[in-house]
């Protein structure tokens, strides 16, 4: 894992919501499924549709032609999403040898291997170099080093730190050299035996500003200038993840296709036509697919409102809550009319609180409660048992 838990005073924005009902036949469509797997599963369970992980592949080779887009696993590292990435012909960002690893045995091609942590292990870093994954980033002196010594002749890219205004998780808090450096780092890694290829960067995690993209193409765009100049031929381009997604129905503010528009335009301005483009989408390729489904084990009634307590919870499968500052959109199969309550894990913990105002139907023990877009950067994050407490099985569909 290399998300960034920070709080950000960016972290505290809530998404702006809009008075209309999702489509009909969409919720018909997952109700019926969710009623449909209960027959046979227990709760918890979270259902990865397939045809969402292809919809949002396809939409990001769409919208960003000139893109590829690396797959960052750590959104969601199930087997079952990496081979249905293999299988669209998707390339893969890991963070570390275990998660190489995971995507070579499934079958994806080293090639197709971007080792995109900033900070490798010496270990990790001759692993990659036995399985030959030779694209790796970096972002400061000291990794070189070792880079030059573990790893002579890896293809290079610097990670600059750029705005990650607005993004809900920051990770320039921590990654990204200073652009001003960049040149000279990758002239040093020149120096060291190392192929220096271009520029990396991240602009936060679900990054609904598009100026973040807009303006880290403009200084990636400069320092390729100064490279060149100074006779360094740079090729690629990793304009990293971030891309947003929707949690909410009703959430307005988030058009990946026009923010893409913007991204494509930037590119096209800035760049000769030989740059290449890639990209490390986790979030917008995953999110979407996810459905989590619990139910409730027990209710009170305590301050005023109807308690209820989920067999899922903050250190399972709502763990994104916490590392990911993501909110979710709490439904149920039961319909009527709605009560202020609050929705609670199953540990013994009080801290284990996933909402206290939600506006939901009475609930009863046994019902249904349930959760979309949340295929990312949750189970992946999960605790496996605290309590006694599983996490949910996870099902592809
Ligand atoms: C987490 C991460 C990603 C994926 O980010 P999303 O916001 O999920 O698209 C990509 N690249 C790096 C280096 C990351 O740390």
């Known amino acids: 894992m290399h998300t960034n838990t920070l709080l950000s005073e960016s972290t505290q924005i809530k998404p702006k919501l809009q008075k209309f009902k999702s489509s009909k036949s969409d919720t018909s469509g997952i109700e019926s499924l969710i ?5 046979r599963r227990c709760t918890p369970f979270m259902l990865i549709r397939r045809s969402v992980l292809e919809k949002q592949y396809e939409r990001f080779r769409k ?31 890991v963070a570390s040898a275990s998660e190489m690893k995971q995507v070579l045995r499934l079958g994806a091609t080293p090639s197709k291997i971007i080792f995109a942590n900033t900070i490798k292990s010496h270990e990790d870093i001759i692993f990659s170099r036995k399985r030959r994954v030779r694209l790796v980033t970096f972002d400061n002196e000291p990794e070189l080093y070792k880079l030059s010594k573990y790893y002579p002749g890896a293809n290079v890219l610097v990670r600059i730190k750029v705005a990650n205004i607005g993004s809900v998780v920051e990770l320039s808090l921590k990654f990204g ?40 193409l403009e200084i990636s765009s ?96 709502f763990s994104g809550i916490i590392f990911d500052h993501c909110r979710y959109e709490f439904k149920t199969l039961r319909r009527g009319q709605k009560f202020l309550s609050a929705i609670a894990g199953p540990t013994c913990d009080s801290f284990d609180t996933l909402s206290m105002n939600e506006e939901i139907p009475e609930l009863y023990v046994g ?31």
């Open 177 to 216: 050299a200073d652009p001003e450096h960049a040149f000279f780092l990758l002239r040093k890694a020149k120096a060291l035996g190392l192929v220096p290829l271009g520029v990396s960067f991240h602009v936060g995690s679900q990054s609904t500003n598009v100026e973040n993209y807009l303006q880290a």
């Open 63 to 93: 919208c960003l032609p000139n893109v590829t887009p690396y797959y960052a696993i750590k959104a969601n590292p199930h087997p079952g999403i990496i081979k249905t990435f293999i299988k669209l012909g998707a390339n893969f960002d």
């Open 35 to 39: 009623r449909a797997t209960l027959k």
């Open 367 to 397: 019902d249904v409660v349930y959760v979309k877009n949340i295929g990312a950067y949750s189970c992946a994050s999960a605790t496996r048992g605290f309590n006694g407490f599983p996490p949910a099985e996870i099902i592809l569909v």
């Open 222 to 317: 400069g320092i390729f200038d100064e490279a060149k100049k100074n006779g360094l031929s740079l090729k690629i381009v990793d304009i990293g993840g971030g891309f947003p997604i929707q949690h909410f129905d009703s959430e307005i503010g988030i058009n990946f296709e026009r923010m893409s528009c913007q991204i494509k335009k930037q590119m096209k301005a800035l760049f000769d036509k030989n740059v290449r483009f890639i990209a490390e989408p986790g979030r917008f390729l995953v999110g979407p697919a996810g459905i989590l489904v619990t139910q409730v084990i027990g209710r009170t009634f305590r301050n005023n409102k109807n308690y209820y307590y989920l067999n899922d919870g903050i250190y399972g499968d």
